[in-house]
């Protein structure tokens, strides 16, 4: 079964560090996330990709953070400098392309600033 | 702008017990509404859809859902809660924005079963 593959699973880094997690989604699927999911909340979408265009980041902290989708594909989610807010779930999920799909997750990365 | 709202955080119930976690929606046009399941340190899991057609949704797990538009409710029930039933839920609503379709998350029922 096809799955979204997430790396690293887990991330400890100290505040003010450069921290980059990366993202392959499902194969064809035109449309990739990334939420960030603070413990005990629901997941907020930081940025979503349509094949390598940026369709929304209206809630993605520009100051600090980034993604990328090069080549359509894979992508990469950067945080520099860290801060102790910043500590999360770090989720990306891809669909196909239409309103009516779900989008499928993976694993996620848990982010700890210290 | 989209949202959903889960009336309650917590729920807990006995194994064998009716489940109910509510599930509202706010949408400027017709939504679909999903279903999402989360184990501890897990990504997340559909359970169930409803995009068009029939308003009564059967899911995994036993799990169904109606969708009212009326009510503008989409509340998630199973008949019988098992222990492996214990996991965080998540109401998501998607919708078109701009350019985008995006799918919005409640903040989520934490499910208790007990025995």
């Known amino acids: 079964e096809a799955e979204v593959a997430q790396s690293p699973r887990y991330k400890i880094t100290e505040k003010s560090q450069a921290v980059a997690f990366w993202c392959d989604p499902i194969?064809?699927?035109?449309?990739l996330y990334w939420y960030r999911q603070i413990l005990g909340q629901g997941p907020e979408l930081l940025v979503q990709?349509?094949?390598?265009?940026?369709?929304?980041d209206s809630q993605l902290p520009k100051d600090r953070f980034s993604a990328e989708r090069l080549k359509g594909v894979d992508s990469t989610l950067k945080i520099q400098p860290a801060e102790l807010g910043d500590s999360a779930m770090y989720l990306c999920a891809s669909s196909w392309r239409g309103r009516n799909t779900e989008a499928f997750f993976g694993q996620g990365t848990r982010l700890t600033v210290v | 702008a989209q949202s959903v709202t889960q009336l309650g955080s917590h729920v807990s119930v006995s194994e064998g017990a009716l489940v109910l976690l509510r599930c509202n929606y706010s949408?400027?046009?017709?939504?679909?509404l999903f279903w999402y399941v989360q184990y501890p340190n897990q990504g997340l899991q559909l359970l169930l859809k409803y995009t068009t057609g029939a308003t009564l949704v059967k899911g995994i797990n036993g799990f169904e859902a109606e969708f009212k538009k009326s009510e503008t409710s989409f509340h998630l029930t199973k008949p019988s809660a098992h222990m492996s039933d214990a996991a965080e839920y998540f109401c998501a609503v998607r919708a078109q924005s701009g350019t985008a379709s995006k799918l919005t998350f409640g903040t989520g029922t934490r499910l208790q079963v007990t025995l």
């Open positions: 990709f349509q094949d390598e265009s940026v369709v929304d």
């Open positions: 949408s400027s046009v017709p939504p679909y």
């Open positions: 194969s064809g699927h035109a449309t």
